[in-house]
DNA sequence: GGAAACTGAAACGGAACCGAAACAATTTGC
DNA sequence: GCAAATTGTTTCGGTTCCGTTTCAGTTTCC
């Protein structure tokens, strides 16, 4: 793939993000939902926060906001109170898995 | 490619996006730098509404916010006055290319 | 026990963004 | 010439996000 092709799958990918009336999610956002469903458990607001080299009340108010879309959950750590795990959801798992498809698909569409 | 892949893709194009201390484009910002770089011109304020199915205030604001990041510059269209015609710029040019580069980059990091 | 360290969340003020509506400037149609 | 239509911008009230700071709960280390 060159980069001419990326950067236009970039771009189709982006505009059926932004076209559908879903509400989007920031980039922030997205690295934080990818990193939960890729990188292997457990995940905690510590965690991510250094994996993406930002604050924690970024992580926190992104699971807020994530969590009210139930793509994700917390759950008290019961071995060590102080951690929050952030569990999978089915909800978030079909919403990564359809994004992944969705790339696929427009990548078939690409020109040569 | 499977998407799997394309979700790991994905992933490190985000974060490597996230992480960098620049200002990041929000999803609707992006894809409107991206359709101004890789489709013909001339853009206009209308046209870059109606091919992501937004508002015009949207494409407004996000000028204003990408021309002060000199990612983009504005002129009137000196045929229709009532018209601006959103021009490509060096900075952004670069912005994009290198957009570009890092996805392959990163395409060529991922594991089998 | 009790101080210190650590974790995630809440509070705060400021900035950016949103949709809807109102607006000024220009062109079109009669 | 002048009303109607078109274009991009601004304004309005409301929402969301930001970084910093502060806080409550938990664990660790003497």
Do not use: C
Not at 2 to 20: E, F, G, K, T
Not at 58 to 79: F, N, Q, W
Request: proline share 6%; hydrophobic share 45%.
């Amino acid at each position: 793939m060159r980069p001419s092709q990326a950067l236009r799958l970039w771009q189709q990918v982006m505009l059926s993000q932004v076209r559908d009336d879903e509400p989007d999610l920031t980039m922030r956002q997205t690295a934080i939902l990818f990193t939960i469903y890729l990188d292997p458990p457990p995940h905690t607001v510590r965690g991510l926060a250094a994996r993406l080299n930002v604050t924690k009340p970024v992580i926190t108010r992104a699971l807020d906001t994530m969590g009210a879309l139930k793509l994700v959950s917390r759950h008290r750590d019961e071995l060590d109170k102080r951690n929050v795990l952030i569990r999978r959801t089915v909800e978030g798992a079909l919403f990564v898995e359809r994004f992944g498809d969705g790339i696929i698909a427009k990548a078939h569409e690409l020109p040569i």
